[in-house]
């Protein structure tokens, strides 16, 4: 059995909790927080988030479900050091940087590290690699949404004077069209996706700074045309409760030959963190598998082979999947 570890325990974690029952070759162990445990509950027990190092000897794997904001560039390096880690790090620009110091620290623990792991960056980034590939005269394009960012909410959550908020991408359907007719348009970030945000603010706060902030933040929403709605806390819980996402990576492209061809691979999810943290349980195991064969350090999703996902064995996939 692989021991699993939750640190952090919010729709992320509750996700990872949920998919390890789904997993019969994992168990969690423990679930760290930086709340009062006794006001948590869980499957398992619950622990304060500065314990976590005491009981690496108890855990094969640590899967971090804190945020990108200020959460994992923190969080990660000083846990890889001590655990197996995965997170879902997903501040695109700052991938190469929060990649290096992981890189550190797993190495001096001699741990695996497997950073950016979700459906993007992490599947979404897998089939922008094997559309490049395959069709290298062509474009990529990734579209998301229309759907709720955790990212991006819990980055306007963190903003003061913010009491809670939900952040929707939405495809510019011009843009969309477009790529799928062929055309191979030149498209700049704010002509793909617009970027709308539902707030709820302390009361008394200054608004007018709150939506500046917003708009201003960069990596997050100063490339995008962004929209920002104050409501109140009882039309964000019955309007905008649940967490639904998507979008889609297409490589439009041609053969030597001079045909044209399209690539899409499109996700459709109900639950953002829900399938987020299945992927995030996938990755866990490889990550138990490469320590075990004396790996370490930090990796992506681009760094490790596909059988180290599966808990099936090489056979068995060679026989019914090939």
Known sequence: MIRIGIYGYGNLGRGVESAIGQNPDMELVGVFTRRDPKTVS??????????????QDKIDVMILCGGSATDLPVQTPLLAEHFNVIDSFDTHAKIPSHFTAVDEKAKKGGKVGVISVGWDPGLFS?????????????????????????????????????????????????????????????????????????????????????????????????????TVHFISMEELRANHSGLPHGGMVIRAGKTGDGSKHTVEYALKLDSNPAFTSSVLCAYARAAYRLQKEGKSGCMTVLDIAPKYLSPENVETLRATLL
């Not at 869980?42 to 009981?55: F, G, L, N, Q, T």
């Not at 229309?146 to 359907?173: C, F, L, M, N, W």
């Open 126 to 226: 897998l089939m922008r690699l094997y559309g490049g590939a395959v069709l290298p005269e062509g474009e990529s394009y990734t579209f998301w949404g229309k759907g709720v960012s955790q990212g991006h909410s819990d980055a306007i959550r963190r903003i003061e004077g913010v009491v809670d908020a939900r952040q929707y991408t939405v495809p510019v359907e011009k843009a969309l069209s477009a790529v799928r007719s062929g055309e191979n348009p030149v498209l700049t970030t704010r002509e793909k996706h617009t970027r709308e945000c539902f707030v709820v603010a302390e009361e008394g706060a200054d608004t007018a700074r709150i939506e500046k902030e917003i708009k201003e933040m960069p990596n997050y929403f100063s490339d995008y045309d962004t």
């Open 42 to 55: 869980a499957k398992a027990p619950v622990y304060r988030a500065e314990d976590a190092i005491s009981m």
